[in-house]
């Protein structure tokens, strides 16, 4: 694998069609690597980015502490076949005009407020330097993925958004770079988070929305979750469910023992 660490070099590279790239932050889990292992089988070459965007912390989040393990990462990727590593240089955020985005005013945009902007205003610029045919993205971050796409058909970009499934610890809880921050028992217990979410999917078709959110809220708080939110929406455009909806998002964003931890499902109805 060769590892790139400036914006002109990797411009430069002729890469093989059709390639794809993963946008990651590092600390890498099982959950990046299932969007690489993907790329490797679907595409002629892989490039993986490792970039700790600042633009998407907000103030109080967990921008200097955020776990870097970057020779384990590299290991991993070498491991799995990866074609390219970028690393960008530490002032790739610097002097970008910011993109708003669509979809973003609802669930984790209303209490991160500027991370989709943030977000957004990266994966553009890894768009337009490196123009690959595909982006991989994890359904874990259901709202970045579908900003992303949103914006890339408006804006006409030739890539191809593909969105992957979400992969879990053993009990349940979708795999975070910020699970590093929780022993094993916390982990195991936050798998709670899932069950909870099935369990209300489960109901969606005999159970008013109201009356769900409601009693999962009152589940999660009571087993010592703090919610954020708990939402159930239109996957399609993130508005309130309606008679035209025919698929919805069951989000959850809660925090157990200062980290913040999100999850989600998405039903077809
Ligand atoms: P991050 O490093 O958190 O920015 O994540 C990089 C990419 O990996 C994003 O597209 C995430 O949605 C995806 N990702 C993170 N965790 C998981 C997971 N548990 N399952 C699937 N994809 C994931």
């Not at 008013?208 to 708080?221: G, M, N, P």
């Amino acid at each position: 694998m060769e590892v790139i660490k400036s914006t002109e070099e990797i411009k430069s590279i002729n890469f093989d069609s059709p390639f794809a790239l993963v946008p990651t932050m590092g600390n890498l889990h099982k959950g990046h690597l299932s969007l690489v292992k993907y790329g490797i089988e679907n595409y002629s070459e892989v490039i993986t980015s490792i970039f700790i965007n600042p633009l998407q912390f907000g103030k109080n989040e967990d921008f200097s502490s955020y776990p870097k393990t970057i020779s384990q990462d590299i290991q991993l990727l070498e491991s799995l076949g990866c074609n390219y590593l970028f690393i960008p240089e530490k002032n790739f955020a610097e002097n970008l005009n910011i993109i708003e985005p669509k979809f973003s005013d609802v669930l984790c945009g209303l209490s991160r407020p500027t991370h989709f902007q943030g977000v957004l205003t990266i994966i553009d610029k890894f768009l337009r330097i490196i123009k690959p045919n595909a982006c991989l993205f994890g359904l874990k971050d259901y709202q970045q993925q579908l900003i992303i796409k949103e914006f890339v058909k408006r804006k006409k970009i030739k890539t191809d958004i593909i969105s992957l499934p979400i992969v879990r610890e053993k009990f349940g809880l979708a795999m975070s770079s910020r699970n590093n921050y929780l022993s094993d028992e916390d982990k195991k217990f936050c798998g709670k988070i899932y069950s909870c979410i099935k369990k209300l999917a489960a109901s969606l078709k005999t159970t008013s929305l109201e009356v769900l959110k409601s009693e999962a809220k009152d589940f999660l708080q009571n087993a010592g979750f703090e919610i954020d939110y708990l939402e159930i929406v239109d996957a399609n455009n993130l508005s309130s469910v309606s008679k035209n909806t025919d698929k919805v998002l069951i989000a959850t964003a809660v925090i157990y023992k200062k980290v913040r931890l999100i999850d989600n499902i998405v039903v077809s109805l």
